[in-house]
């Protein structure tokens, strides 16, 4: 069985950066695409970054791209989300999420493509 533990956030003045984890058990990073996505109270969740199986095809929402970096490090099999110039907007619950059928390439955006979800983690950005 899957499991997604999320840790890393906290509190960071704007301009600042925070790294997040989410530490997979019971499958392998390795072998399965997986993105973050973030979510405001009365808000929809919203996709953040993807990183598909093999680590070369990355997306980002457009809100993040060129300051978020989304990675894996396999040796933990643990995602990442490197999060630079943190800004008061970025302020949400973040969550990784995965999928385990290699032959998908449906639209990562929505979260109903994906079934397994951790538990979330807050990141709190003030000006």
């Known amino acids: 069985q899957v499991q997604l533990v999320e840790s890393g956030g906290g509190s960071v003045q704007a301009g600042g950066s925070l790294r997040l984890s989410c530490a997979a058990s019971g499958d392998s990073i390795k072998i399965v695409h997986m993105a973050w996505f973030r979510q405001v109270p009365g808000k929809e969740r919203e996709a953040v970054a993807l990183v598909r199986f093999g680590g070369t095809v990355t997306d980002y929402a457009d809100s993040v791209k060129g300051r978020f970096t989304i990675s894996e490090d396999l040796t933990k099999n643990t995602l990442l989300l490197q999060m630079n110039n943190l800004q008061p907007e970025d302020s949400a619950v973040y969550y990784c999420?995965?999928?385990?059928?290699?032959?998908?390439?449906?639209?990562?955006?929505?979260?109903?493509?994906?079934?397994?979800w951790g538990q979330g983690t807050q990141v709190t950005v003030s000006s």
């Open positions: 999420a995965q999928r385990r059928d290699l032959q998908w390439t449906g639209r990562w955006k929505s979260p109903d493509q994906w079934p397994y």
